[in-house]
C-alpha cells in the first residue's frame, strides 16, 4: 500500500538534502584546499632553499675555471660560460617566484652574475675570479635571505 506525501514535504526533504549535500560538499572542498594549498611560508622556504642550490652552482663554477685555465677540462666557454647561461636562466625563474624582490635588488643579482661572466671572458687569475663568484654567491644568499 502506498503512502500519501504531500507535495510540500516531498519539496522541503528535496530542499533539505540539497542544502546538507551542499554544505558537505563546500566542507569537504575546504578541507582538500586547506591540506593541499601551498602557504606563504612554504613558498618562501621554496624560492630560499632554490637560492641557496644556485649560489653553490656559482661557487662550483671555480672549479670549471681552474680546469679551464690549466688546461686539464673544458674550454672557459663550456665549462664556465655555458653554465653561467644556465644559471641566468634559473635566476630569472628564480626572481619571478619572489615577488617581493624589488627592481633595485633584481639588478643587483643579474650584476653579480654579469661579473662573473666578466672575469670569466677576461681571463683574470684563479683568485681573482674565487673573490668575484665569491662575491656573486654572496650576494645571491643575501638577496633572497638565505643564512649561511
Not at 10 to 39: D, I, K, P, W, Y
Not at 65 to 87: E, N, P, W
Not at 93 to 104: K, Q, V, Y
Request: charge should be negative; proline fraction near 1%; avoid cysteine.
Amino acid at each position: 500500500m502506498a503512502l500519501y506525501v504531500p507535495q510540500s514535504r516531498r519539496r522541503r526533504n528535496a530542499a533539505l538534502v540539497a542544502v546538507a549535500t551542499l554544505l558537505a560538499g563546500l566542507v569537504v572542498g575546504f578541507l582538500v584546499g586547506r591540506s593541499s594549498a601551498v602557504t606563504a611560508s612554504e613558498a618562501a622556504a621554496q624560492v630560499k632553499s632554490q637560492a641557496d642550490t644556485l649560489a653553490t652552482r656559482v661557487e662550483a663554477l671555480t672549479i670549471e675555471y681552474d680546469q679551464a685555465v690549466s688546461g686539464a677540462g673544458d674550454t672557459i666557454q663550456a665549462g664556465v660560460i655555458d653554465a653561467l647561461d644556465g644559471i641566468d636562466r634559473d635566476l630569472e625563474a628564480l626572481t619571478r617566484d619572489a615577488p617581493w624582490l624589488g627592481a633595485a635588488q633584481i639588478a643587483a643579482l643579474h650584476a653579480a652574475t654579469a661579473a662573473v661572466r666578466s672575469a670569466a671572458n677576461d681571463t683574470v687569475s684563479t683568485d681573482a675570479f674565487g673573490s668575484v663568484v665569491s662575491d656573486s654567491a654572496s650576494t645571491i644568499r643575501a638577496t633572497f635571505g638565505v643564512q649561511q
